[in-house]
């Protein structure tokens, strides 16, 4: 088997030949002859003429193949108190028969499916039905709220949505109903249907259009998959951009199973009878990638894990889940580990468990400081990966490849360009900077398979936003540098979008939502550097001229607002009062300076500022003197 080295050049070298080795992992309706289409450049099509179904190269290859005893899902809720095995031949019978409830009320091929869930296996089941009949699902992380849920459904105009009665958020039952009833009054479209999984924690009153998934499964005949053009949209997944409009990421079906199937070897090293955590939710790409898709693909197993790495009961669940399962690799946030050395900074918790299966952990969403992996590696001693990607690239762009040639680990970098992934640094006007500078991360086009294919319904903005200020490459969004040995630095984002507990948010979102408070003329939100969650938000405001309300009340009201906008998930909690913003000359707030400050950076100001003194009175509020 080639090395890193030589499996990289050849991806950059001969992409097509590349590529077309790695799609016999694949089972094709249709095998495809051609493999990548740039005839609408910059829209690049993956085996354009191939047809296949994701749902049967997750499911039924393994069941035909006689693995339909092997576990498929395992479901783990510290916070019911359940465990639960799924089989390939059980989950196929439950996809099966949920595409044959979602086919009996009209949902087809092309047909959108909103899933607004918590973390049951009935969210990968719904996702794995719709992929059967050729639905294109898009999941919605539960912890948004009815208007971030509006925005969605609008923007994708889903046929049906599927959701559960609640989550439950450690000891706290959330009721979903009641905030999808919300959303549906405030999105203009309507979807026909909404099916609700009742769950015992608290059950939800149906309404006309609702459904109940139980019924519904009861009387169900299961269906066979529905064979797919290889660029049909799998799935639509929303994310943060800089303004309050979130992206529809549009995942094309054969790009995406090819890339998932070569990552799940080469990257994870996880293969058939092999068990993955992945310690996220479906919500977010690393739940579409790395607890459905790229396991079942594979053939391994998954964890599904409903709970939190600490307090459900004790810091040591993730450590009990890999022990009773046979983990052999954890996915999860840097956060998360914060969060459970948090709590037992000795590790003792890892003495009650046999940790033996476990051969690497990995980290992404966020950037994981030194000390943390430190603490890491030192209480496992085994290799602890940072890898680099984005909801937009569905899979690693650096990464360590665990399953081929590991490389030795660089603290502080998130390891080296996967095969398929060329990346190039460039400074403010394009040029390249020399190894080892600060610049602007782009990737060179064309993405390899499984990259984001364009946003929902909207071709120009995917070139607006991504595309355009650098014709050839794909603007990633993330700023950081390359040094002599091929290693990426991610040093953090370009534009307003800011990472919280491994959640991927937007500013622009949270002052859209302070600006709408009637006694706010101004405003801007930072995030900041914070120990436990990466980063955290904070807001300044400034008030209109006489107006009288009480700050404190302002504050309070503030937080509330962005709360019921955006969701508790947003966190921002932190909003000071202040007499001005600093700005350029043209007007511009100048958040970046702002950032500087808040997190110790002696800057100096920029030499477009409009106005030294409003900076000068704001400098010990942003330091907190
Ligand atoms: N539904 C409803 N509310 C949710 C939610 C969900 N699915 N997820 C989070 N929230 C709420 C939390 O309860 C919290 O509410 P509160 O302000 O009332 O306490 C708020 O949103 C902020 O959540 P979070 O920032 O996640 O903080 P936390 O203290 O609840 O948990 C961590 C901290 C580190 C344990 C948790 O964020 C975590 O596991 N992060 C990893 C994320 C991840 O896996 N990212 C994917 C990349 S790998
Ligand atoms: P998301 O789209 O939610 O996966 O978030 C993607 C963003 O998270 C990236 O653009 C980065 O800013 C950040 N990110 C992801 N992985 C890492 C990492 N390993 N190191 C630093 N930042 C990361």
Known sequence: MMGYQETFRASIEEP?????????????HRAPERVLDGTAAPFYRWYPDGQLNACHNALDRHVQAGHGDRAALIYDSPVTGTKKIYTYSQMLEE????????????????????????????????????????????????????????????????????????????????????????AFELADHSPDHC??????????????????????????????????????PLYILYTSGTTGKPKGVVRDTGGYAVALAWSMRAIYDVGPGETMF??????????????????????????????KPVGTPDPGQFWRVIAENQVKALFTAPTSLRAIKKEDSEGSFLDDYDLSSLSTVFLAGERLDPETLRWTQD??????????????????????????????????????????????????????????TDGTILLKLPLPPGALTTLWNDDERYISSYLSEYPGYYATGDG????????????????????????????????????AHPAVAECAVIGVADPLKGQLPRGFVVLKAGDHH????????????????????????????????PK????????????????????????????????????????RD
């Open 278 to 307: 992945s310690a996220s939710d479906v919500g977010w790409v690393v739940g579409h990638s790395y607890i459905v898709y790229g396991p079942l693909l594979a053939g391994a197993t998954t964890v599904f894990f409903e709970g």
């Open 95 to 182: 996809v099966a028969r949920f595409a044959g409830a979602l086919t009996k009320i009209g949902v087809g091929h092309g047909d959108r499916v909103v899933i607004y869930m918590p973390m049951v296996p009935e969210a990968a089941i719904a996702m794995l039905a719709c992929a059967r009949i050729g639905a294109v699902h898009s999941v919605v992380f539960g912890g948004f709220a009815p208007n971030e849920l509006a925005i969605r459904i609008d923007d994708a105009a889903p046929k049906a949505v599927v959701t559960a009665s609640c989550g439950i958020e450690g000891t706290r039952i959330i009721e979903y109903k009641p905030l999808l009833e919300r």
């Open 379 to 436: 209480r496992l001693g085994i290799p602890v990966i940072d890898h680099w990607w984005q909801t937009e690239t569905g899979w690693p762009v650096a990464a360590n490849l665990v399953g081929r040639e590991p490389l030795p680990v660089k603290p502080g970098s998130a390891s080296v360009a996967v095969p398929g992934w060329n990346i190039t640094v460039v400074d403010a006007v394009g040029g390249p900077v020399p190894r080892g």
């Open 584 to 623: 350029t000359r043209s007007g511009k707030i100048l958040r970046k300076t702002m950032r500087g400050i808040a997190d110790g950076a002696d800057e100096s100001a920029p030499s477009t500022i409009e106005d030294i003194a409003v900076l000068d009175a704001l400098r010990p509020v942003l330091r």
């Open 195 to 232: 099916i609700v999984l009742q769950r015992p924690q608290a059950v939800a009153e149906l309404g006309d259009r609702d459904l109940d998934w139980s019924e519904m499964i009861a009387t169900a005949k299961p269906v066979a998959c529905v064979p797919v053009v290889s660029t049909d």
């Open 480 to 515: 950081g540098h390359i040094d002599d040995d091929g290693y990426v630095f991610i040093m953090g984002r370009t534009d307003d979008v800011i990472n919280v507990a491994g959640h991927r948010l937007s500013t622009g979102t949270m002052e859209e939502a302070l600006a």
């Open 16 to 28: 097509e030949t590349f590529w077309r080795e790695a799609a016999t992992a694949i089972d094709w």
């Open 550 to 581: 009480d700050e404190a009340t302002v504050v309070a009201d503030l937080i509330a607002l962005v709360r019921n906008r955006i969701g508790a998930v947003a966190a921002l909690k932190d909003i000071s009062i202040v007499p001005a913003l």
